[in-house]
């Protein structure tokens, strides 16, 4: 079972090595590894061709102007090749060498499975050791309950993405969720909860780095409800979703 790695960067020099390096030292090798680069001016595209050589061809990368993450997403799906995608943002990082090894032993376990989902830290990010919050995702719920798992902790059999569609480039902040819903709430795709912490994210994302954005986020996930013909309450729902999170956070 192949696993596709997608990982789009813009201007990542600063965190892409450690996201590179997390990759590079999985125990599963049977994966290939995608480098979306939105044509960065820094020094993100010579620190992804340093790396090139260390994966023995299982890396590729394509550096071009996109039209934002979720486009340079969708550009990476074009070109995968693998049986499971999964996505990791150029400033998150495996936390577990084994953490590939452990997503594929369930799928090899449940074979009609769609997708894999766990747990994932935030961490601080100029200090990827000091952990600032736990997402533990825990069983699936509906979504309308604030429940949904942390993206970069998803693995979706690619052939889902040919059936149900990809990234939806109306949503700016949101996207991810939106895909997230559409795929198991709409479609019912099955999905596997695997009570490991597999990926750190550092702080700091387009989606929760200021309020404006938080708030923006909320609307978008509530019209992503609507255009996929699924209730929730408008008014409760952001409070159902934000609540839980607060409660996440390490003292």
Same mark, same amino acid.
């Given at each position: 079972m192949k696993i596709s790695i997608i990982t789009v960067a813009y201007n990542s020099a600063s965190t892409i090595r450690d996201t590179i390096e997390s990759v590079l030292a999985q125990t599963y090798q049977? %994966?290939?590894? %995608?480098?979306?680069?939105g044509d960065s001016y820094d020094n993100t595209l010579a620190i992804i061709k340093e790396y090139e050589p260390k994966f023995d061809g299982r890396l590729r990368w394509v550096s071009a102007k996109?039209?934002? %993450?979720?486009?340079?997403?969708n550009n990476g799906l074009a070109i995968v090749t693998g049986d499971v995608v999964a996505i990791l943002n150029s400033d998150d990082v495996y936390c577990d060498a084994c953490a590939l090894e452990k997503v594929v032993s369930v799928f090899k376990k449940h074979e009609q499975l769609d997708s894999v989902y766990a747990d994932m830290v935030y961490v601080s990010h100029d200090d990827t050791s000091r952990i600032v919050r736990r997402w533990t995702t825990g069983l699936q719920r509906p979504f309308k309950t604030g429940w949904h798992p942390a993206h970069p902790t998803m693995y979706i059999k690619r052939e889902l993405f040919a059936k149900y569609g990809n990234y939806n480039?109306?949503?700016k902040l949101a996207s991810d969720f939106e895909l997230m819903l559409r795929f198991l709430e709409k479609h019912k795709m099955s999905t596997y909860y695997l009570k490991e912490t597999l990926v750190s994210m550092r702080l700091g994302g387009a989606s929760n780095k200021n309020l404006r954005n938080i708030l923006s986020q909320n609307i978008e996930c509530v019209r992503a409800f609507r255009i996929n013909g699924l209730k929730v309450n408008p008014i409760l729902y952001p409070w159902f979703r934000i609540l839980p999170k607060l409660l996440q956070f390490v003292k």
């Open positions: 049977d %994966i290939e590894y %995608i480098l979306v680069d996109d039209k934002g %993450i979720y486009d340079a997403m480039l109306e949503f």
